[in-house]
DNA sequence: GCCGTTTTCGGCCCGACTGTTTTCAGTCG
């Protein structure tokens, strides 16, 4: 639902909601004057991506007193919005809003339409309502190109933006499909024999969890001849813009492809410019204008000496160091205190995929007989491949078995007969001599129940090296009710890793609200740990949590959640998570040698 | 409207591309 400029809520508004509203008030005094209202639209815009980025609901930092803590919303701000909180609306936003068409915010969401051109054709074309689709009308039509300031050229614009909006998927890549998209355009852009060198670039090489575009650059010494050949990308659904410097080009399913070029000489500062992200580049470049330099994507230049020739950078190391600063991994260029802390030299030595010493979440197929999916791989086939990937121990961590058909009795059984297996495995893989020593525990996913039990009993507990457990059914708890199951499952005896604990599915599936500061709270005091689950569709405990987690000093693990062999090569993607939210080796329990594992268990 | 290595006033990232213009405005990343 896309806010309409009536400022008319019953003050529940979430996050995402509260942003469009002040992108919606920044668009506003954009339409009213641009010009006199320069930095107000700057600031609201900046308080709109605060808000969208905020890891709490903006009205419960609200209630707190805390909101005024987040950087981009003061007092005013922080004010209007608890008016909507309380009374629903806000006297100083309608005033904002007051003489512009609500229709336009519609508009908005159409990529080349900003806020002047979404007001003069609403207001020209009398557009009111159903504003996207009234527009489609008139383009259609002819009527467009007839309005001044407009031509045939643009009217092609909004109808090909238009076209694309109604195409336009919510979904974002998940981090492996956009990989694989991008190295295929790498492939195909390196054939081109001007090409000296090609980077992908953007939230890609950051590593975020979910990819809207994707972002490369190439060093060349012949721009046009690059550009011209990425231009003509088999592939593409259509050329959206080529220049002088960068060009774009669409896909299939609505993904946007930005190519920049750039001679190798100055290649470090496209690749940092074009690395973002958006917030950390303006803090870097604010940090330069403090020391008299400005930054931008062909390098560095003293503000007060323009006749200067720019600094060129062939790397991206030499760069940060001219800013005074160690060099920034670009899983935390995100521009949530990195840039202080290069500065500082205090920045973390992040987790690398070679720490990792073992998988503490795989399904093998030994069936004892669950309610979830099993594996397919069997356990010799899973400790092949953990030695492959150098592993020195892992867990086996099938699903608990069911409770329909089964009494308490019974699953004691079953986990006793997996318990024997699981030995025998060990004392197979010990008499082996060309064997690298494997060290296979024996674990379980255990589903946590709404009330907080576990359907297996301290009996079938004891039966293990230690427990997963984790929420598979209830998800829409409230976060009270939902912090106190988690709590109660955690503190069963044996039950050690909290596994994917928002139990987000990417694209599909929210979350669960649970309260963050007593769950680590808790981890912490107990020495529970808590997992980053590898699948990329997951990759949940999200980044921003592992950040807060990694603060308060909580144990992690990484486990892939294989349920085949391959599935164990999705390791690379929790390391990213891990990285992302600040993660050294010593946060994650499974960089630790089997025996200091052993010892901590 | 926000914020502080310029610290309660006076700054606020930087540049590319397109279309409609004839020197620039709007949009985007």
Redesign the pocket.
Known sequence: MRYNGNVKTNGNMNNLQIAELLRAVAAAY?VKS?SRFK??I???E??ADAVEHLSSEAKDLWDEGEL?N?????????RHLGEIFTTGKSK?FEKVFSGLPPAMFDLLA?????????YKLTSELSISKNAVQALKKAASSGKI?KL????????R?ILLGIGEYERKPEKRMLLPHAMRIADEIKDWVMRCAEVEKIEVL?SLRRRASTIG?I?MAVATNSPKIVLDYFGNYPKKVRLI???????SVLLAGGV?V?LLVMVPEAFGAALQHFTGS?HH??EL??R???MGL?????GIKR?KNKELRIKNFADEVTFYKYLGLSYIEPELREGAGEIESA??NNLPKLVELTDLKADLQIHSSFDIETSHDLGESSMREIVKKAESLNYEYIALTEHNPSQSGHTQKDVVEILKRKREMVDELNYSISQKQNYRVIKVFNSLEIDILSDGSLPVNDDGLATLNFALVSIHSNFRLNREKMTKRVLTALDHPGVKIFAHPTGRKLNYREGVELNWEKIFEFCLEQDKWIEINADPARLDLPDFLVREAVLKGIRLTLGTDAHHVTGMNNMRWGVDVARRGWAEAKNIVNTLSLEKFERLL
């Open positions: 954009t641009k930095f107000k700057i600031a609201y900046r308080a005024t987040v950087a981009g919303i003061g007092e005013s701000i922080a100083h159409i990529n080349g339409i900003g806020p002047k051109t979404a190109a001044e300031g407009f031509g045939v050229d643009s009217e614009e953007g575009d972002d813009e080529k220049g002088d410097k960068k060009a946007r930005d958006k580049n303006i470049r604010e330069a204008l403090g400005s930054l931008s994507e062909y503000i500065a500082n």
